[in-house]
């Protein structure tokens, strides 16, 4: 058993300015995915593309911009609707009160997809080229939040065996009894083990949306796995069939994924987007 080994959240202090630890993780993951969209460049089908269909590093960096953009918006709103419907409906201006917390993945999700229509129709481009471009890119900055969110003391696991060795206690709980740390958890699989697979996956050309339909498919099904270990939210507990919030919120993701690459993989061609 282990015990949580307490972090100061910030990181550094610069008289009244405090830097922040989470917000480091933030400035990392967008790093990452710069330098990962980078690379991205070099494979195909982007590196053949030419003239108007020619991918470059000024992409990426717009992508970026519009992705951080569709997070924060799309996370705030997801969290709202999801979660808490019933107080934000009542109380509409906390809304944008988001110092407050309260952030949703699948929220944000769903910003960054339309954020990236956008851009895909700015750029007279098809949609799951884009999608496909940035998915293997996305679970290093998954992987930095989760980071983030273990030294912030949030997000705790539920209640792990007395006797299971990497079982950690956090005092912020409100228990003193062992748990899954499952921001590590989330970490290894939502972050390190899905980039090494959609990175894999997607060194060599695939048919339009074929990696999309991977990330959609590897996130749900190692989220939805990771849930059973995470303590639920306080306020919502465990819902219908046993199952938490996040995990009705991955079935819709792992079928949306499953159609997806059924679909793309009826298509013909071999490789994506050409």
């Known amino acids: 058993m282990l015990m949580y080994p307490h972090i100061n959240p910030v990181a550094l202090q610069l008289g009244p300015l405090a830097i922040h630890w989470y917000g480091i993780t933030y400035l990392v993951a967008f790093g990452l995915f710069m330098f990962l969209g980078t690379r991205r460049l070099k494979h195909e089908p982007y590196a053949s593309m030419t003239g108007n269909r020619a ?8 992508i970026l911009f519009l992705g951080v953009v569709g997070v924060v918006v ?8 999801f979660y808490k419907p019933g107080h934000y409906l009542s ?3 906390e809304i944008f009160f988001v110092w407050q917390g309260g952030m949703s993945f699948h929220g944000g999700m769903l910003g960054v997809i339309a954020s990236m229509i956008w851009f895909a129709h700015s750029r007279k481009r098809p949609w799951l080229e884009v999608t496909d471009f940035i998915a293997p890119c996305v679970p290093t900055g998954l992987a930095a939040g989760r980071i983030g969110n273990f030294i912030n003391g949030e997000l705790w696991g539920r209640f792990s065996s007395p006797d299971l060795p990497w079982g950690m206690v956090f005092p912020q709980s409100g228990s003193m ?9 989330q970490f290894l699989m939502e972050g390190l083990l899905l980039f090494v697979l959609l990175w ?3 060194r060599k050309p695939r048919k339009l949306g074929e990696v999309s339909a991977a990330f959609l ?3 749900g099904v190692f989220r939805f796995i990771a849930e059973y270990f995470r303590e639920p939210d306080d306020f919502l507990g465990i819902l219908s069939m046993g199952l938490s919030m996040g995990q009705w919120l991955c079935l819709p ?3 949306a994924g ?3 690459w059924g679909w793309a993989h009826r298509q013909r061609g071999a490789v994506a987007a050409r």
């Open 91 to 93: 109380h509409p201006l």
């Open 177 to 185: 009894l062992p748990r899954h740390p499952s921001q590590i958890y």
């Open 258 to 260: 499953a159609a997806m």
């Open 253 to 255: 993701m792992i079928l």
């Open 217 to 219: 498919v590897g996130y």
């Open 200 to 202: 894999l996956y997607a």
């Open 55 to 62: 991918w470059t590093r000024k992409d990426v960096e717009d």
């Open 74 to 81: 799309g996370g705030r709103l997801g969290y709202c609707l």
